[in-house]
């Protein structure tokens, strides 16, 4: 099973003195494996080589995110810490992801997942947000804006 969703991310970062928010929605490929299911997508980021492709595994309990190029797949498990020691550009980070809430709800026509977590950088904590829906795209509709769902 492979379709052709409209993925929508909105994140919010919380930290003692500064709160951030981002929102995108962009196409996306939907693929079912015998975990969950994959949702892949191309984003240009700042800093990061332009059309990055990103995949996302959902499953029940458990959602990770790999950057191609990249060495790290951020993992977030229900009841687990990630740990990782990263570097950027010419400094090395410690890092740690504890998810605080994970809820999925996930099928082949639409899903949509609510992730919380604390990530220590260094020593330095704040909260994320991530809250992640996908819809399937009717055949023959191309648009985002505008464009028509499956239901």
Do not use: W
Not at 47 to 57: F, Q, Y
Not at 71 to 96: P, Q, W
Not at 134 to 148: C, D, N, R
């Amino acid at each position: 099973m492979q379709k052709d969703v409209i993925l929508t991310i909105k994140g919010l970062y919380v930290s003692s003195d500064t709160q951030d928010s981002l929102e995108f929605e962009t196409h996306a490929r939907l693929d079912r494996n015998e975990d969950g299911y994959l949702i892949t997508y191309e984003t240009p980021d700042a800093g990061l080589p332009l059309n990055g492709k990103t995949t996302i595994s959902v499953s029940d309990d458990s959602m990770s995110f790999l950057r191609d190029g990249s060495d790290y797949n951020f993992v977030f498990e229900s009841g687990k810490t990630f740990v990782a020691d990263m570097r950027l550009f010419d400094r090395r980070l410690n890092m740690s992801l504890t998810p605080t809430k994970l809820k999925t709800d996930l099928s082949c026509s639409s899903g949509s997942v609510n992730l919380e977590y604390l990530i220590n950088v260094n020593g330095s904590e704040s909260v994320n947000q991530i809250d992640l829906k996908y819809k399937t795209l009717k055949q023959g509709s191309s648009s985002i804006i505008g464009g028509e769902y499956e239901n």
